[in-house]
Structure formats: C-alpha cells, structure tokens
C-alpha cells in the first residue's frame, strides 16, 4: 500500500502545486518551487521501498550527474524558445537530456564530486540563459484541463521508471530519475500560454532552484547506507527546503535577480547625465 500511495498521490500532488505556485506568485516563484526534487523525490523512495536503501543511495548518486543533463534540458529550451514553437524547444531539449544521459551511463564518481559538478552546470546554465524582456500587462486564463494533464504526467513518469528501474539498476535508474517531466509541462504551459519572457522567468526560476534538488540527492547518497529510510529522506527535505527558503530570501531581495538590459542602460544613462552636470 506504501508503493501505491507514493507512486499515486505524491509526485502528481507537487506538481499540481508547483503550477499553482507559478499561477499565484509568477513564473520565477514557480520556477523555484518546480526546482525542487518533486518528481526524482518519490521516485527515488520508491526505489529504497521496493528495492532497498543501497540501491537508493546509487540511484541518488546517479541523480545528481543527472542534475547536469536536466540543466542540458534548460539551457537547450531556453536558448531555441525565441525561434522555435514550444514542440520543437521541448523535442531538442529531450535530445540535450538523453545525450547527456548517454555521456553520463557510463561514469561513475563520488557523492561529493558529482555534486560539485551539478553544481558548477547550474552555474554554467544561469550565464548562458537568455534575459527575459519586460511582464506583460496581461495574463490568459489557463484552460481547466491543464492541472489533471500535468498531474497525469507526472503520474506516467513515476509508473514508468518503477516498472523499469528494477533491470537498469541504480545508475541508470538515478540518471533518468530527473527526466524533465515537471520542468517539460511547466516549460511548455508556460511557453504556449504566457510567451518566451515569462518562459525564461520560469526556467531561471528553475535552475536556481536545482540547487536544492542536487543537495536532496546528495544527502541522499550519503546517508541512506547509514540511516534508515525515514530518516534519510526527512533530512534530506529538509535541507532542500532550507536551501530553497534561502534561494526565495535572495531572490526577493534582489540578490539573485540580474538587471534588464534596458534597466541597465537607464542606469547608464543616468550615471553618464551626472558626470556631464557635476
């Protein structure tokens, strides 16, 4: 029954509230809440229900260099979103994420180095996002089928890697943990119905928020073979929520936000009027 409920209630439940959360505080909110482990979390207990704490912690291991083929999955999206509709950016982001996946099937490092590389693609694909331009004045109403769609989504994703997860072993099954199901229907809801600007918002959102999910998996990897199940993944929530309540701290302040490039030159401009007058 503890298999049933995970694979049936928990993973579609977040990614209705992360859409929710998009809805109520926009798109960069709701990037953050998207960034969390919603999907990889029950995935990954799951795998420690049904096939044991050690193989938890290698699919966790896994997750995390698969943290680096979900960043792949963004930047792709992001940088195509301006010149392609949202089928195409989603169809070469997938191409990014299964290449990186294949690089990745391979490879096998510690706990601590995988995170460190996470962590530095996270990076990476913060530089190379393109900037979003000014809000728009106003929002569409979503349709009502919208929610169920991406909760059924999510509910396919979970089905599917349990069934297999079983004959791919831990890391494989860790790398495919993060396939970007929650980002792919937020990215793509979000492209069609609110446009490229609103899009990048939410997928800025998105990879500051990956940093929790990398620290998710990474307590993960290490404390499943020395705590029991529970233990394990309650810790681990809450350090990437921690992580996240400082991310939404910092970006609501500003710290984390970058100026617009016409912000910028208002800036510029003004500084420049003060030299001439002074």
């Not at 298999?3 to 579609?12: E, N």
């Not at 977040?14 to 960069?28: D, N």
């Not at 994420?97 to 460190?116: N, Q």
């Not at 994703?157 to 072993?169: N, R």
Request: net charge positive; charged share 10%.
């Amino acid at each position: 029954m503890a298999l049933i409920a995970v694979k049936l209630l928990l993973a579609p439940n977040f990614v209705v509230g992360a859409s929710l959360a998009a809805r109520r505080f926009g798109p960069r909110i709701g990037g953050l809440v998207g960034g969390l482990p919603l999907v990889a979390g029950p995935i990954l207990l799951v795998y420690a229900l049904a096939h044991g704490r050690a193989f938890a912690a290698g699919a966790a291991a896994g997750t995390l260099l698969g943290v680096v083929s979900l960043a792949a999955f963004v930047v792709v999206y992001a940088r195509l979103a301006g010149r392609l509709f949202w089928g195409a950016s989603m169809l070469a982001g997938w191409l990014a994420f299964v290449l990186a996946t294949v690089a990745f099937s391979e490879l096998s490092i510690p706990a601590g180095a995988a995170l460190a590389l996470a962590g530095a693609s996270l990076l990476l694909g913060l530089a190379a996002l393109p900037r979003p331009g000014s809000p728009p004045l106003t929002r569409t109403r979503p349709p009502t089928w919208d929610l169920p769609l991406r909760a059924a989504c999510a509910l396919a994703l979970v089905l599917a890697l349990t069934a297999v997860s079983g004959w791919l072993g831990p890391q494989l099954s860790g790398l495919l943990a993060p396939f970007p199901v929650i980002t792919t229907v937020l990215a793509t809801f979000t492209h069609a119905q609110r446009g490229t600007d609103d899009l990048l918002r939410l997928l800025r959102g998105m990879l500051a928020g990956f940093g929790a999910f990398a620290l998710f998996c990474f307590t993960l990897a290490v404390l499943l073979d020395r705590l029991d199940t529970a233990g394990a993944f309650a810790l681990a929530t809450g350090l990437a929520l921690l992580m996240q309540a400082a991310v939404l701290a910092m970006t609501r302040s500003g710290q984390l936000s970058m100026p617009s490039r016409a912000s910028w030159w208002r800036t510029r401009s003004r500084s420049s009027a003060k030299r001439v007058a002074s």
